[in-house]
């Protein structure tokens, strides 16, 4: 069903709340990838062009309903600001009087942040009341939020239940366009390439998945629970310890099916969580590796790295969702970036999705190479999945 869009929709001298994913990577309070700021631009020009009174929300991390200062989005304003050559207010708090104020005092043309919608745990529980508050007096609401909109919460898909209409932005439409249409009937071989930490949400979507795709590579912190699942010891890697009946119901499936499945070889370990750490790769787990009790996985191994590359080579269409290691620290970052370099390298339909992935991707300066870079990871893949997405089902009907 098409949506309502922003294009030609009336907002002169309206208040108008946007949802936007400025869930930006940080390091040290300074933003190391803008992608996702950058991605809203358009929608933002277009709409304060139109004489809106734009009020932007969003979430940044997972503060878990506490108003943390690491969490808060006074970077993101100040980017944004660069953007677009003017001062970007930030409310102290997404709802409130001080914020009801500030909303109050826009005039046209003028924009405003909200500061982090997840300092409230109503936001993700998509409490009705919560919703009603952040929708405030905005009779109009848009999502330009791909990234999180595979989440239901109060700022995605609650708002929409307190405005009289709710219009898609050109980020959140452009991103469907071509992940829906390119990958109806993708090129095979069709590889699918999964890491990240984001494990519990994203290694649930793998079985759906397999309809579509012929191969999978796997790595990350999700290649630890699928080890830890084949009865490997992991030592200290990161596990999703709940889902270990799945992760071999998974393997079942991708060998019913004649699916390949390669998780890595082998993993690179480290006793020590820092910048300029040791690292050893593990022996293949086929002859016998496993990481020992003390240390901890933090990228695929040396042999995994030469296997997934060449499987890469192989692949006509391929997406990427999650980095393979820990790549913000250099000791960490040679799987990630040899599959990056690979993907670069490929001349078939190439797709990075995801907020750290894309950084990665442009950290190594490969954005340029690729088919196709998406703002959502999880988003893209529950897509993928053949899901409709909850921010993207409570918009209007165009
Ligand atoms: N083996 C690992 N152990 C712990 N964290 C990891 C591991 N491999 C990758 N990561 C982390 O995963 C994070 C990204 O995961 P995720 O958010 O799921 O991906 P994306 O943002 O691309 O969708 C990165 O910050 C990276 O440091
Ligand atoms: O960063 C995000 O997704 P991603 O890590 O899958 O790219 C989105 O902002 C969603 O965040 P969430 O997974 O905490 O809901
Ligand atoms: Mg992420």
Same mark, same amino acid.
């Given at each position: 069903?098409?949506?309502?869009?922003?294009?030609?929709?009336?907002?002169?001298?309206?208040?108008?709340?946007?949802?936007?994913?400025?869930?930006?990577?940080?390091?040290?309070?300074?933003?190391?990838?803008?992608?996702?700021?950058?991605?809203?631009?358009?929608?933002?020009?277009?709409?304060?062009?139109?004489?809106?009174?734009?009020?932007?929300?969003?979430?940044?991390?997972?503060?878990?309903?506490?108003?943390?200062?690491?969490?808060?989005?006074?970077?993101?304003?100040?980017?944004?600001?660069?953007?677009?050559?003017? &001062?970007? @207010?930030? /409310?102290?708090?997404?709802? =409130?009087?001080? $914020?009801?104020?500030? +909303?109050?005092?826009?005039?046209?043309?003028?924009?405003?942040?909200?500061?982090?919608?997840?300092?409230?745990?109503?936001?993700?529980?998509?409490?009705?009341?919560?919703?009603?508050?952040?929708?405030?007096?905005?009779?109009?609401?848009?999502?330009?939020?791909?990234?999180?909109?595979?989440?239901?919460?109060?700022?995605?898909?609650?708002?929409?239940?307190?405005?009289?209409?709710?219009?898609?932005?050109?980020?959140?439409?452009?991103?469907?366009?071509?992940?829906?249409?390119?990958?109806?009937?993708?090129?095979?071989?069709?590889?699918?390439?999964?890491?990240?930490?984001?494990?519990?949400?994203?290694?649930?979507?793998?079985?759906?998945?397999? &309809?579509? @795709?012929? /191969?999978?590579?796997?790595? =990350?912190?999700? $290649?630890?629970?699928? +080890?830890?699942?084949?009865?490997?010891?992991?030592?200290?890697?990161?596990?999703?310890?709940?889902?270990?009946?799945?992760?071999?119901?998974?393997?079942?499936?991708?060998?019913?099916?004649?699916?390949?499945?390669?998780?890595?070889?082998?993993?690179?370990?480290?006793?020590?969580?820092?910048?300029?750490?040791?690292?050893?790769?593990?022996?293949?787990?086929?002859?016998?590796?496993?990481?020992?009790?003390?240390?901890?996985?933090?990228?695929?191994?040396?042999?995994?790295?030469?296997?997934?590359?060449?499987?890469?080579?192989?692949?006509?269409?391929?997406?990427?969702?999650?980095?393979?290691?820990?790549?913000?620290?250099?000791?960490?970052?040679?799987?990630?970036?040899?599959?990056?370099?690979?993907?670069?390298?490929?001349?078939?339909?190439?797709?990075?999705?995801?907020?750290?992935?894309?950084?990665?991707?442009?950290?190594?300066?490969?954005?340029?190479?690729?088919?196709?870079?998406?703002?959502?990871?999880?988003?893209?893949?529950?897509?993928?999945?053949?899901?409709?997405?909850?921010?993207?089902?409570?918009?209007?009907?165009?």
């Amino acid at each position: 069903m098409a949506k309502l869009s922003i294009q030609g929709l009336d907002v002169q001298g309206k208040e108008v709340l946007m949802r936007v994913d400025f869930n930006v990577p940080l390091k040290d309070g300074k933003i190391t990838d803008d992608t996702r700021i950058q991605g809203a631009v358009p929608s933002i020009k277009h709409l304060l062009d139109g004489g809106a009174k734009l009020v932007l929300c969003s979430h940044l991390g997972r503060p878990k309903g506490e108003a943390k200062p690491e969490y808060s989005l006074a970077p993101a304003a100040a980017r944004l600001g660069e953007l677009l050559g003017c &001062e970007v @207010a930030l /409310a102290p708090d997404c709802i =409130g009087e001080e $914020a009801a104020a500030m +909303r109050a005092s826009l005039e046209a043309g003028q924009v405003l942040l909200l500061e982090n919608t997840r300092y409230h745990n109503e936001e993700e529980a998509n409490d009705a009341d919560f919703a009603k508050q952040l929708a405030g007096s905005a009779d109009i609401f848009v999502n330009d939020a791909f990234g999180t909109a595979h989440r239901a919460h109060a700022s995605t898909e609650g708002v929409t239940h307190h405005v009289s209409q709710s219009a898609m932005g050109f980020l959140m439409a452009r991103e469907l366009e071509y992940l829906v249409g390119k990958l109806e009937n993708p090129e095979k071989p069709f590889l699918v390439i999964m890491g990240g930490a984001k494990v519990s949400d994203k290694i649930q979507v793998i079985n759906s998945m397999m &309809e579509k @795709a012929d /191969a999978f590579l796997i790595g =990350g912190a999700m $290649a630890n629970t699928f +080890r830890k699942a084949q009865g490997y010891e992991v030592g200290n890697s990161r596990v999703e310890a709940d889902k270990l009946d799945l992760a071999l119901e998974i393997l079942a499936n991708a060998k019913a099916k004649g699916v390949r499945f390669l998780l890595p070889a082998d993993t690179r370990v480290t006793q020590e969580f820092k910048e300029g750490a040791e690292t050893k790769c593990t022996e293949p787990y086929e002859k016998g590796g496993e990481t020992p009790e003390g240390w901890e996985g933090i990228d695929i191994g040396d042999v995994a790295i030469e296997e997934f590359v060449a499987e890469v080579a192989k692949a006509k269409t391929m997406i990427w969702n999650g980095p393979m290691g820990v790549f913000e620290m250099d000791s960490f970052a040679k799987g990630t970036r040899a599959i990056a370099e690979a993907m670069a390298a490929n001349e078939g339909v190439t797709i990075v999705g995801g907020g750290d992935s894309v950084t990665a991707v442009n950290k190594f300066g490969l954005d340029d190479k690729m088919t196709f870079i998406s703002t959502g990871g999880g988003a893209s893949l529950e897509l993928l999945e053949g899901k409709t997405l909850p921010g993207v089902a409570a918009l209007t009907d165009a």
